[in-house]
């Protein structure tokens, strides 16, 4: 009897341990973009400097560093309909705080995604102002091209003046 309770009593100790729970897909995301951002695969956006040329199609953006921030261009082009404009630009984590100097107001939060920079979907309506007819920078999503100062320097608007450089 004996040897037939033993074993009885060790498979139900061992059915009745708690089972580790699956992880969750934000989890499971998190767990896999660390081990990319470990193996060297994909860019770890806290250790990356946001320095340089950005663009998708036509669609351009400059990051270069000053004395004491990052100077910001952005240039969006349509042919007759386009924007143009540069700011500052601020960094803290993934988050970036865009704030543009010929329009008063348009200020926004923009992300950074190791070596993509994306606007959100909407911006102030101040933001309009840097733009013609009915071009809009809102979703604009950019990669870099290069890591470069002095080719991020020299990106001009449609009237030919350097956003990001002299």
């Known amino acids: 009897m004996k040897q037939v309770l033993l074993p009885a009593l060790l498979l139900v100790a061992g059915c009745s341990r708690e089972q580790p729970r699956p992880t969750s897909n934000v989890t499971a995301a998190t767990g896999l973009e660390a081990a990319a951002i470990e193996a060297g695969v994909i860019p770890d956006p806290n250790n990356t400097d946001i320095t340089g040329l950005y663009a998708r199609d036509t669609d351009r953006v400059c990051v270069v560093p000053t004395a004491t921030a990052y100077r910001v261009g952005v240039f969006v082009d349509y042919g007759d309909q386009n924007c143009g404009g ?20 348009c200020s926004f939060e923009a992300r950074f995604e190791g070596d993509r920079i994306v606007f959100p979907g ?14 809009s920078m809102a979703a604009l999503d950019v990669s870099r091209l290069s890591e470069s100062v002095s080719e991020a320097s020299t990106l001009r608007d449609a009237k030919g003046r350097l956003l990001c450089g002299g």
């Open 86 to 105: 540069s700011g500052t630009i601020s960094r803290v984590g993934e988050k970036l705080q865009l704030k543009f100097d010929s329009a008063e107001g």
């Open 122 to 135: 909407r911006l102030p309506d101040s933001c309009q102002k840097l733009c013609a007819r009915r071009a």
